[in-house]
């Protein structure tokens, strides 16, 4: 039979399970300056070596024999363009993070009427504040949240992005205030979608002012002191900068 280009990525050699095989495998393909590997789940480091270690993306057990070749040369490359080209060849590796289901909690049960609910309010606030531009988006009800009333959460490889909301804040300030957070959220989700920085500053504040959001709304649930800020989105972006 014919065999189509992604067919040829594909090589049959038993595929490596972990940093030991690994190891075995690249030095079969050459690695000669390394003394042990290790498997990372960092997904801004894709490979790197140092004091006779090499520390790989757990991603690339799967990758195919020409991009763990790349590997090699990225270590053991005469010239800078051997090696800026298996560079390449590493990044270009589509990893797959396996999702993590322990990040992200579903929504009980009881609480998918709160869900459906919140979601009308999304499609509804989208038309009247952000001209029906937002994407429509994920909510989750969230019984684990208890400083955050709201969280929006950029999207990732394999994840959606989505707008957590606290059941405890929904308990304890009711519809009205659960609302406005909804829409807080809403302005990271517009932030996000526009390329701004997802943060609470002066672009944040423009269109939180804009839509009707108080911009220094801070509210916390539980008391714990120096965590007044209520409202906290913390996702990797917001995170790589600080
Ligand atoms: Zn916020």
Not at 84 to 90: E, S, V
Not at 194 to 203: L, R, V
Request: hydrophobic share 35%; glycine share 8%.
């Amino acid at each position: 039979h014919r065999r189509d280009p992604a067919q040829l990525d594909l090589d049959f050699a038993p595929r490596p399970r972990d940093a030991e095989e690994l190891f075995n495998v690249l030095c079969g393909l050459g690695l000669r300056t390394i003394r042990r590997c290790r498997l990372t789940r960092n997904r801004n480091v894709m490979v790197s070596f140092g004091g006779g270690e090499l520390r790989v993306h757990e991603g690339y057990l799967n990758a195919p024999t020409r991009v763990l070749e790349a590997i090699v040369t990225f270590v053991e490359g005469r010239t800078r363009a051997d090696r800026r080209a298996a560079q390449q060849l590493i990044v270009g590796f589509p990893v797959r993070t396996p999702r993590t289901p322990v990040r992200r909690e579903g929504t009980h049960a009881d609480d998918e009427h709160i869900v459906d609910e919140l979601t009308v309010w999304h499609r509804r606030y989208n038309m009247r504040h952000f001209n029906g531009r937002l994407r429509a988006i994920d909510i989750r009800v969230s019984r684990r949240m208890k400083s955050r009333l709201g969280h929006y959460t950029a999207a990732a490889p394999g994840e959606p992005a989505e707008i957590a909301i606290s059941l405890a804040h929904l308990r304890k300030h009711g519809w009205e205030e659960t609302l406005h957070t909804l829409l807080h959220e809403m302005v990271h989700q517009w932030q996000d979608e526009a390329g701004h920085t997802i943060d609470h500053g002066a672009t944040f504040r423009a269109k939180a002012r804009h839509v009707g959001v108080a911009p220094l709304a801070r509210r916390a649930l539980s008391a714990k002191p120096g965590r007044g800020l209520g409202f906290s989105t913390v996702n990797r972006r917001a995170a790589r900068q600080g």
